[in-house]
């Protein structure tokens, strides 16, 4: 435990990091200030280095591209391989586990171990890896790296420690699974095929043993020759040459035909009786046309062939379809008996299974569901009725069902919000699905002790909303809203709908949450603002609709000057935004000046009649940003909500908007630069808008002005494309020339003019960087464009076809801009002040206050932060009809960089939390002897803190720096410049072991945390490259040491950076791995096995082992030793406890092996004696038969 001290008493406010032209953390002027009264400030801090370390916990979602498939059918777990090298584990719900190769290599091929609790990875760097799924956290064993050969084809056959691997060039190897090394047996391409054969087979597709041999090795060329390689005699029993590419073989369980698919859509059975022509040959989807002809079809990619006990085989297969059905989608066929069934998917089929009830391939399939791995989701189809149902997935794999472009995450909710909304969210569940349990069940998995409410809010491209549960490190669905029900859909030929380039109109940008309120606020990439509230009944409501008119004229820019260290405003005068009157309909689409500009109307028009809405969350409020003169409105960059207040506050580049929502009127609507006053830190000179500009000639309405190659250069380098011209905030370039009546004001910037103007701060001088190529810096550079949403483009882009419009779903994917609280970065300055974040809370708005009032804290994207206090009527019935007053010449603060955060404390250091108003259903029955009141709870900073007087201290954070003032005297206690090189793009003050600290996420990567009040580094960990814009714009800390963010489009990754949660969670996680006894092999009776074949007697030690085969060349294949798990034989080990456990398990293993071999023993008595007694019969029958009675 370290205490900080801190005499007040004349306490200078200069900040060390601060910069010529800067003013000091302290009163307007920058003069250094002193606490009115000397006091001291005592804060115990509990928090040390040893209370934080980072780790990943659970990642929730849809493997991202997936690639591979594999299941085993003893332990019932599933694997799915991805294309960046990650393997997901999945069991019964809870048991989910994520592994990565570290070389990031796509995943070829997985094969499970059956019962053995381990699995191979084949990858495309043409490396087999052995994992040890025996531990809770995956480890690699072994590693085989191939040098001379790319693989192909893995099989690995049931209770076999011998792997075959098939390869480019034909040939197969066979590596043993204990040791990893390569067995010195090869079947080389060349002998494999006939000599007189001219050419090369192609690569190895196939590989599979014998049902009824296990010593004959069935191999699949590309190209269409099937070899059937005795093992034993070194052969090959038959070769078949078919003029049609293969895709895969299935064997029938006896062992006596087998099936190809090919690449004509065809289906080939053979017999191993005559093997010179196929059986059968059918093509499922190929009709006969008018001239007698087949119908061409897609290849089949793969068949499985299945047998049952009571009724036809089975055929399933993918692919196949006619060539000229158009925009048939991808499907999985189902032949059964002479009943085809096609089961069309909403996206392409990577790779199928079929689940059966034996691991035995020599025996009647018995197939009861099939796994079918798409692009994008993934399906389980139970066989068993005959309508094909498919399973409900306990999995949360439908997060990115529409793109993910925001997350919010809360930790430690009030504990009834979860199961209300569950209930809400229960009544709009699908049915259809079967009736039976999930069939992959494997692993167990236990409610962990450290768990408490958690929930995920993930906003969506199509303007949906999801709340997850996500307690003890699991995801599970809870409640699924639209945000576009509160509008009218744009009609195809509409104007403003044909304008807009924008292909998800109601994209959500943030939200804003109060769990103890309910209140929930989305903001929309259409300059939109909802705000809801909770109910648990059904209602009849009229929307209600304010139109705000937050739009500055081109004289509030700030214009590059010849001095660029003495940023220039234009005067403040009547340039100020302006409230569009409200009203509870919109206005006419047709408000548009006689020129044909659009002025004063919405991007999207409020549906205007009642409408009914269901349980759950219920519009209350829509709020408007209008066009102005032609422009769209700039997307709103900054939001807060408090329900204690009744009030909500956004801003944009353009200024500040406060909303009363009980009384749904506009109380403040100013600029940034308005909001100032006497106060203003800045010297502005004042300029005619039109001076030190280079105009070019003006295009006509409908042209566009192309991008700087060397800028599309870059953004293509960030993300392949650039973003859509309407989903940025804060347009660039946004001064206009004034023209005359004959055309519309256009945007244009001078041809000598960088496309980024310099920072205009002097704080922010030193990150100000050049647009030149030169070490990076203009892609750095266009990356930060990217995040931070500040456009790029000219006025008139918005009325063209632009070739910069996401090109397609996945490109949206990856690249939908999401303005975030840090919305315009300290080197986007090109264009006005923005408002970054806003905070209500309790505080002191001027040096002389003695009582904290409520005040609404802003900060804006030049680093200043700007209290503005508020006088709120406190009886409920003068709340109602009583305006809310606020003064706008309220203290003014500085830091370096864009402004991220605000939290308060108190002088003790605990964290002070917003007052909020009590939850209560507006649409409940009316009780006459208990009249509806706001009940609202505070938290006054001077509540607790009779021991230091009144005061709080407020915390604030900036892309470059933490500064902690104390209130009221404004005084700057602590300051910590977080980074000088890169800058913070996330900032939360969290709470963990019972204390406070401020967590950092930065553009470099490293994931830091700050003691409070003191600002000491605690950790610093170089976590994360920022490789994707996608994990800046969806990283959120929450209480309790947690963090998560999109690791993918289709992915949510969760972090903790909590000691005690690491140490934690191994107790949280899921066991892959449970002891299970092999089910046993059928009695084959023994006439079947005397004449069927030696199948049992084939011993693959005596072929393959060192002594018979040699060893395999050095220069072939490199053995690469594994971890070996020792992470979890680490926690395994952990003290006596530990080593007690692992005797206990290993004695348990001892008695479970004796067991079974005293079981096979007496199996093997029995069937002697049975062979016996079945050989006596038989003499006795045949002694006195003469010859030709038999």
Request: glycine share 8%; proline share 7%; net charge neutral.
């Amino acid at each position: 435990m370290k205490k900080f001290r801190k005499v007040l008493d004349g306490l200078t406010t200069s900040s060390p990091g601060a910069t010529v032209g800067s003013p000091s953390c302290g009163s307007a002027a920058g003069t250094p200030t002193a606490a009115p009264t000397p006091k001291e400030i005592d804060v115990q801090e509990t928090l040390v280095s040893e209370n934080f370390q980072l780790c990943k916990t659970v990642r929730h979602g849809f493997p991202y591209q997936p690639t591979a498939l594999a299941f085993d059918p003893v332990q019932k777990i599933l694997a799915i391989g991805s294309r960046s090298g990650g393997v997901r584990i999945l069991g019964r719900p809870g048991v989910d586990c994520y592994c990565q190769h570290e070389s990031g290599a796509a995943v070829l091929q997985l094969q499970f171990l059956i019962n053995e609790g381990a699995l191979v990875s084949a990858c495309a760097d043409d490396t087999l890896h052995l994992w040890n799924l025996r531990q809770r956290r995956p480890a690699i064993l072994h590693s085989l790296k191939f040098n001379r050969e790319r693989i192909t084809f893995c099989h690995l056959p049931f209770q076999s420690k011998w792997l075959y691997v098939g390869t480019e060039r034909g040939n197969t190897h066979i590596v043993n699974i204990e040791s990893f090394v390569l067995s010195g047996y090869v079947i080389m391409w060349n002998k494999a095929i006939e000599l007189s054969t001219k050419t090369h087979p192609g690569p190895v597709v196939h590989l599979s043993d014998s049902p009824k041999d296990e010593g004959k090795l069935l191999i699949g060329f590309e190209s269409g020759t099937i070899v059937q390689w005795d093992l034993r005699g070194k052969k090959a029993d038959f070769r078949i040459y078919y003029d049609e590419a293969i895709h895969s073989v299935s064997w029938h369980h006896e062992g006596k035909q087998f099936m190809c698919s090919h690449s004509d859509g065809s289906l080939t059975l053979w017999n191993l009786r005559n093997t010179t022509k196929p059986f059968q040959v059918t093509f499922p989807h190929g009709k006969i046309q008018k001239d007698a002809r087949k119908e061409s079809c897609k290849p089949i990619l793969k068949v499985e062939y299945k047998t049952c006990r009571n009724s036809e085989p089975f055929v399933i297969f993918s692919g196949g379809l006619s060539y000229d059905k158009a925009g048939r989608r991808p499907a999985l066929t189902i032949m059964h008996g002479k009943a085809i069934t096609v089961l069309e998917m909403d996206y392409p089929i990577v790779e199928f299974m079929v689940l059966c009830e034996t691991p035995y391939n020599n025996e009647v399939q018995e197939p009861y569901a099939v796994v079918v791995l798409l692009e994008k989701d993934l399906i389980v189809v139970d066989l068993t009725q005959s309508n094909y149902p498919v399973f409900e997935n306990p999995y949360p794999m439908d997060i990115h069902e529409s793109p993910v472009t925001c997350t919010a995450y809360f930790a430690d909710c009030p504990p009834d919000i979860i199961p209300i909304l569950y209930s809400i969210g229960a009544k709009h569940k699908k049915t259809g699905y079967s009736q039976k349990e999930w069939p992959i069940s494997g692993g167990t998995w236990t409610l962990g002790s450290h768990t408490y409410p958690e929930i995920i809010i993930t906003g969506h491209a199509d303007g949906s909303i999801k709340f997850w549960d996500a307690s003890a490190i699991t995801l599970q669905m809870l409640y699924k809203m639209k945000t576009s029900k509160v509008f009218e859909k744009p009609k195809a030929g509409e104007g403003r709908a044909a304008e807009l380039v924008e292909e998800d109109p109601f994209a959500i940008q943030m939200v804003s949450w109060c769990p103890q309120s309910r209140m929930f606020c989305v903001v929309g990439i259409s300059a939109h603002i909802i705000l809801y509230r909770f109910s648990k009944y059904d209602a009849n409501t009229q929307i209600v609709s304010l139109e705000v008119r937050l739009q500055c004229d081109s004289d509030d820019v700030i214009s590059p000057s010849e001095n660029e260290n003495n940023p220039s405003f234009s005067e403040p005068g009547s340039h100020s935004p302006q409230p569009h009157h409200h009203h509870q309909h919109p206005a006419s689409p047709g408000s548009r000046t006689p020129e044909g500009i659009k002025d004063s109307i919405p991007c999207l028009k409020v549906k205007d009649r009642a409408v009914r809405v269901p349980p759950g969350y219920q519009s209350e409020l829509v709020i408007q940003l209008l066009w102005v003169d032609g422009e769209p409105p700039q997307q709103i960059t900054s939001l807060d909500i408090n329900s204690a207040y009744g009030l909500l506050a956004f801003g944009n580049c353009n200024g500040l908007a406060v909303v009363d929502y009980l009384q749904k009127t506009v109380i403040l609507c100013m600029s940034t630069l308005d909001l100032y006053g006497s106060t203003d830190p800045y010297q502005r000179l004042t300029r005619s808008p039109r001076r030190n500009r280079q105009s070019t000639s003006v295009k006509g309405p409908g042209r566009k002005l192309s991008l700087p190659t060397d800028l599309k250069t870059d953004l293509d380098h960030v993300n392949g494309h650039c973003t859509s011209p309407t989903s940025q905030p804060c347009s660039a370039g946004k001064p206009r020339i004034p023209m005359g009546p004959e055309g519309p004001r256009l945007t244009r910037r001078g041809p000598g003019r960088p496309p980024f103007r310099k920072a205009q701060s002097a704080a922010c001088m030193e990150i100000s960087l050049p647009v030149s190529h030169t070490e990076g810096h203009a892609s750095r550079r266009a990356m930060l464009q990217q995040l931070h949403g500040v456009t790029m483009y000219s006025h008139d882009e918005h009325h063209s076809t632009t070739s910069y419009c996401w090109s397609d779903r996945e490109s949206r994917e990856n690249s939908f801009t999401r303005s975030r609280s840090s919305s315009v970065s300290s080197i986007d300055r090109d264009t006005k002040e923005a408002v970054t974040t806003l905070q209500f809370g309790e505080s002191y708005g001027r040096k002389n206050d003695v009582l904290p009032t409520p005040c609404l804290w802003v900060g804006t994207s030049l680093g200043v932060v700007l209290l503005i206090p508020m006088s709120i009527p406190t009886d409920q019935e003068e709340r109602m009809e009583e305006p809310v007053t606020m003064g706008v010449s309220g203290a003014v603060l500085m830091l370096k960089g864009s402004v991220l955060r605000f939290s308060f404390l108190d002088c003790m250091g605990a964290l002070i939390q917003p007052p909020y108003e009590v939850w209560r259903d507006h649409n409940a029955p009316e009780d006459p002897d208990r009249p509806r009141r706001r009940k609202l709870v505070h938290f006054s900073p001077s509540s607790s803190q009779d021991a230091c007087g009144d005061g709080h201290l407020a915390v604030v954070c900036s892309e470059r720096q933490a500064k902690v003032f104390l209130m009221p005297s404004q005084s700057c206690l602590f300051v910590h410049n977080i980074t000088e090189s890169s800058f913070v793009l996330r900032a939360d003050v969290v709470s963990v072991c019972n204390s406070v600290c401020l967590a950092c996420f930065c553009a470099n990567g490293h994931v830091m945390t700050l003691s409070l009040p003191s600002l000491r580094p605690l950790m610093d960990v170089n976590y994360l490259p920022l490789t994707d814009m996608r994990i800046a714009r969806t990283f959120y800390f929450t209480n309790g040491g947690q963090a998560l963010y999109l690791s993918s489009p289709t992915e949510v990754q969760r972090i903790t950076y909590s000691q005690e949660m690491c140490d934690n969670l191994q107790e949280m996680l899921g066991e892959l791995f449970t002891p299970i006894e092999t089910p046993e092999a059928q009695n084959r009776g023994f006439l079947k096995g005397f004449f069927g074949g030696n199948a049992h007697t084939f011993d693959r030690e005596e072929l393959f082992g060192e002594a018979a085969a040699g060893k395999a060349s050095r220069s072939l294949a490199q053995h690469i030793p594994g971890q070996g798990g020792v992470e979890g034989m680490k926690v395994a080990a952990s003290g006596v406890v530990g080593e007690l456990a692992r005797a206990r398990i290993a004695l348990d293993e001892r008695g479970q092996r004796l067991g079974e071999l005293e079981e096979r023993t007496a199996l093997m008595m029995t069937s002697a004696e049975a062979f016996s007694k079945h050989a006596h019969e038989l003499m006795l029958k045949c002694k006195d038969k003469k010859w030709y009675q038999f």
